[in-house]
């Protein structure tokens, strides 16, 4: 009995934490809209913007998109042989299906709730529990924490007076390195840190800090092969989501790369928040801020950064049905 309360309590919480979300996310599509009109934006130029990218470069953000996706589900299936090695897995083709599913939902809802939800409900078809799917996930995005860190110590270290643009280049590869080499060090450090804050921070800040150090925690206990695999994978994908925002802004906007480079760890954290789906709104805002400051007028960075949005997830949207291949095999197999 109160099991099946406790169960029927978590339900309706998710399900408030989905009106939440939705709501919040209304109200970010409405902020945006008043934010172009109140910017004096041109829906022309906006177009016109979104003109800009050429035919092929589509085709490049398609497959740019896809890999993040397929770098997701190898790192889901790394751990889900690690953690449980006698366990059921998946294959690559039915772990990107769920993950592709998991990010279009993450297009209107907050991906960190999306994620362990839709792949747990996936995964039960092939007979892998639910918290060892939800788990398996959780830890992944603990990865994911661990390259934010890693993106903010790179723009700092191009923040630091230098001799050129090639010695800040050797310091991040340094950087990167040392990551992937001493990653068990970085996670035990960033565990200390966090109990810290849980134990001097809010009650909701406490909360957050003691959710997480778990993670690492239980991250930590993994060999260091699999701490060395998934911290390169999750690397990788930064890599490549850095360079699709930066190829895109080159195309739709006559600024120098590098501060977009050392401003898009904020717009990554920006779009990790749990929060908004996909960061949106904040996201726009604060690429409009970075634009501006690196002299676009107002209203053209208002465009710049809501074409972002727009040229990004259509590219996203043209590789789904090819990332969703194994949903719909399963399916059939299913039937």
């Known amino acids: 009995m109160m099991r099946g309360k406790r169960i029927i309590g978590s339900i309706e919480a998710e399900r408030s934490r989905l009106w939440i979300a939705l709501t919040i996310a209304a109200a970010a599509i409405l902020g945006l809209v008043i934010l172009f009109q109140g910017s004096g934006a041109s829906t022309a130029d906006f177009l016109a913007l979104c003109a800009r990218v050429p035919l092929w470069a589509y085709s490049v953000i398609a497959l740019v998109q896809a890999a993040i996706v397929v770098l997701a589900a190898v790192r889901w299936i790394v751990l889900l042989k690690a953690v449980f090695p006698d366990g059921e897995t998946l294959s690559l083709r039915h772990a990107t299906a769920a993950t592709a599913t998991a990010a279009i939902a993450g297009q209107f809802l907050p991906i960190q709730l999306c994620t362990p939800i839709i792949r747990a409900w996936f995964a039960r078809r092939f007979n892998i529990p639910l918290l060892r799917s939800v788990g398996t996930s959780a830890l992944e995005q603990t990865f994911q924490l661990l390259v934010l860190v890693s993106a903010a110590v790179l723009s ?55 959710s997480v150090r778990h993670g690492l925690e239980r991250t930590a206990r993994l060999p260091d092969r699999i701490l060395t695999t998934i911290t390169t994978l999750s690397l990788l994908g930064y890599v490549l989501l850095t360079a699709l925002n930066v190829l895109l802004l080159s195309f739709i906007a006559d600024v120098d790369i590098l501060p977009l480079l050392i401003a898009y760890p904020l717009v990554l954290f920006l779009m990790s928040l749990p929060v908004f789906p996909g960061g949106l709104g904040v996201v726009e805002v604060t690429w409009a801020g970075v634009l501006a400051k690196e002299g676009l007028p107002f209203d053209q960075a208002v465009e710049a950064a809501l074409a972002l949005r727009v040229i990004s997830t259509l590219g996203f949207f043209l590789a789904a049905p090819f990332l969703l291949a194994g949903f719909q095999s399963q399916n059939r197999g299913a039937a």
């Open 156 to 210: 700092f270290l191009f923040l630091v007076p230098a001799l050129d643009w090639r010695f800040d280049m050797i310091l991040a590869i340094l950087a990167l390195l040392l990551m992937v080499v001493f990653v068990r060090f970085a996670i035990q450090l960033l565990s200390k840190i966090l109990s810290r804050l849980a134990d001097q921070g809010t009650s909701f800040l406490s909360t957050m800090a003691t």
